[in-house]
């Protein structure tokens, strides 16, 4: 399936998904690479086998071997972080005093430029409601040199692939 198709099986009430997908997925604020990773990180990050499939099959082509592993393992390791640091988050107390024992290697290395790593981490976080990894990624993207206007574009992007893979889950239950 290709994203165009993805958006053709957008209802008409979410037409306003099905525009903003098409204007960015060409978004001129991010470089190809962050663009193409960030779409790839949000699919995965917002769990639908259609959209993930779909954006994968339009955005993979255009990146290196290693930039889209790098997409994978930036949903993969939030999809662990942004629970345990929510929840760190919330109850408070000791638990933000303690190590999180965890492994997250790839953080460290992840096989591409850091900003872009950390660009899609924030945008997972963003689709996972995680305030302190979306706080510590924002910090880490701006630091490595992204404008305001460029995070808001990744998370832009995790918005609108999120909200697709929510009506099309809709609508399939609706459907059946």
Not at 39 to 67: D, G, H, M, Y
Not at 72 to 84: D, E, L, Q, S, T
């Amino acid at each position: 399936m290709s994203l165009e198709a993805l958006r053709n099986r957008l209802p008409e009430y979410a037409k306003d998904l099905k525009l903003n997908l098409g204007s960015l997925s060409t978004e001129p604020l991010l470089t190809q690479q962050q663009l193409a990773g960030t779409f790839v990180a949000s699919a995965i990050a917002s769990r639908n086998a259609e959209v993930t499939k779909a954006i994968v099959a339009e955005f993979a082509p255009k990146l290196s071997a290693e930039a889209l592993t790098a997409a994978k393992a930036a949903a993969a390791i939030m999809g662990m972080n942004n629970v345990y640091y929510r929840f760190v988050h919330l109850v408070g107390g000791d638990y933000a005093t303690l190590p999180a024992k965890l492994r997250m290697n790839i953080i460290g290395k992840p096989g591409v430029e850091k900003v872009d790593f950390e660009l899609w981490s924030l945008a997972v976080s963003a689709i996972n409601g995680c305030g302190m990894c979306m706080e510590s990624h924002e910090k880490v993207v701006k630091h490595g040199g992204l404008s305001t206007e460029q995070v808001q574009a990744s998370v832009r992007i995790a918005a609108v692939v999120h909200a697709v893979a929510g009506v099309l889950e809709a609508e399939d239950a609706l459907a059946a």
